[in-house]
């Protein structure tokens, strides 16, 4: 099982650029996230699926967009690219319910874009 | 919205020793806290969690203690080795999402000296 896997590793985009990250899990989970990383905050929830055709805002959904395209693939678009929007993006599954550990989140290899 | 502290941001220790990060969250309602751990240029892996009607979890080397009334939890490694060097977060869930929403703390980056 490849778990969960991330495209593109690295991105450099001029500002105003539109682009898609794309996220699938092979783990039959039914929930996904997106997350950015930027140096001394942590992660913060960008935005999370509960369920296959569901989405909900995270603490900062402002210049991002998602789709649950099906249960395996969860992307996020980025329709006018910042500078600000400069970080690593990590995407993550969790299978809610059904286990004690439920709640873990496994996480993608990440994909480092830079908005110059 | 649920709120997660967590100190110190830097953590060096020796080899062999002990160390203790604490995080703090502000939602009584929340049931679900994971640290997690992320080595350099790696994705974060789940290395502990407890629920809400435990005190108290250990697993080996490393231990998380929860206190409900205070809204604190914290993450204790023992005999502590080079290999566990990285950056520990923690984190808490807010219920009313049904779980699914994780607020991380900031992180703590552990440097174990040999």
């Known amino acids: 099982n490849a778990g969960v896997t991330q495209t593109p590793k690295f991105q450099v985009l001029k500002t105003g650029q539109s682009m898609t990250l794309q996220c699938a899990q092979d783990?039959?989970?039914?929930?996904m996230y997106w997350y950015r990383q930027d140096p001394g905050m942590g992660l913060r929830l960008i935005y999370y699926s509960a369920s296959e055709g569901t989405t909900d805002k995270g603490e900062v959904p402002n210049g991002y967009n998602v789709s649950r395209l099906n249960k395996r693939e969860f992307s996020l678009r980025l329709e006018s690219a910042a500078p600000s929007q400069t970080s690593v993006y990590f995407c993550a599954s969790s299978d809610s319910g059904r286990a004690e550990r439920s709640n873990e989140q496994f996480f993608g290899p990440g994909t480092r874009l830079t908005v110059l | 919205g649920e709120n997660v502290e967590q100190h110190p941001s830097t953590l060096s220790v020796q080899e062999g020793d002990s160390a203790v990060i604490k995080c703090t969250y502000s939602d009584s309602a929340s049931n679900y806290f994971p640290w997690y751990k992320q080595e350099l240029g790696k994705r974060p892996q789940l290395i502990i969690d407890?629920?809400?009607?435990?005190g108290e979890k250990k697993d080996q080397r490393i231990a998380v203690t929860l206190n409900k009334t205070a809204k604190h939890f914290s993450l204790h490694i023992t005999e502590t080795q080079p290999e566990d060097s990285a950056v520990y977060f923690c984190?808490?869930?807010?219920?009313?999402?049904?779980?699914?929403?994780?607020?991380f703390g900031a992180g703590t980056r552990l440097f174990v000296k040999a």
């Open positions: 407890i629920r809400s009607n435990v």
């Open positions: 984190a808490a869930t807010d219920p009313y999402t049904g779980g699914f929403k994780t607020i």
């Open positions: 783990m039959n989970h039914n929930s």
